[in-house]
């Protein structure tokens, strides 16, 4: 893969990562335009080989449907962009904080939007979504409580750093 294409597909993914900065309360209750900001990305965590495509992942805690709904569109719209399943980028979202209640089960007549898309990147192997096991019992749901298609997890930040030492790098 040449250095252009990596270069394209890594900064798709620098605007994946402003979505996420935005996503956090402590910066920001609303999404402002990706381009004002890249100077607040970090690092990546890792490394990638010559031939790699980055695997990245997600550590949430989304306070709003909005936001929560406007960072799945953003990879919907990153998954049309076309590109050999073997240079596919693994992105997971490890959820743990009250964007888990959007995706209950309970609401999801209220937020089916949010979670069919959260279910159809799922299922296009765009996003792997995974649950907190200890915040979902700290808010008083169940692992059956929630979609089939979300992985629960036993503690999300051990789950963050096991895919940070598996190659994920961590944004």
């Given amino acids: 893969m040449s250095s252009n294409a990596k270069s394209t597909r890594f900064s798709l993914l620098q605007g994946l990562a402003m979505s996420v900065l935005f996503a956090s309360s402590s910066l920001s209750n609303a999404l402002e335009p990706a381009n ?5 990305l970090p690092p990546p965590q890792g490394t990638l080989g010559q031939d790699e495509q980055p695997s990245t992942v997600y550590d949430l805690s989304v306070h709003d449907p909005q936001t929560m709904q406007a960072l799945l569109v953003r990879l919907d719209q990153l998954a049309r ?10 992105i997971a979202l490890v959820l743990h904080g009250p964007e888990l209640e959007y ?6 007549a209220m937020h089916r939007e949010l979670v069919d898309l959260a279910a159809k990147l799922d299922a296009f192997q765009v996003i792997e979504v995974k649950a907190c096991n200890s915040m979902l019992r700290q808010m008083g ?5 929630m979609p089939a298609f979300i992985e629960i997890v036993p503690y999300g930040p051990d789950e963050v750093n096991r895919l940070v030492g598996s190659g994920y790098l961590k944004m």
Wanted: aromatic letters at 8%; charged letters at 25%.
């Fill in 141 to 145: 749901l169940e692992a059956a409580d």
């Fill in 81 to 90: 962009q076309p590109s050999p399943q073997s240079q596919a980028a693994r």
């Fill in 36 to 40: 004002d900001a890249l100077d607040l």
């Fill in 103 to 108: 995706f209950t089960i309970r609401n999801y």
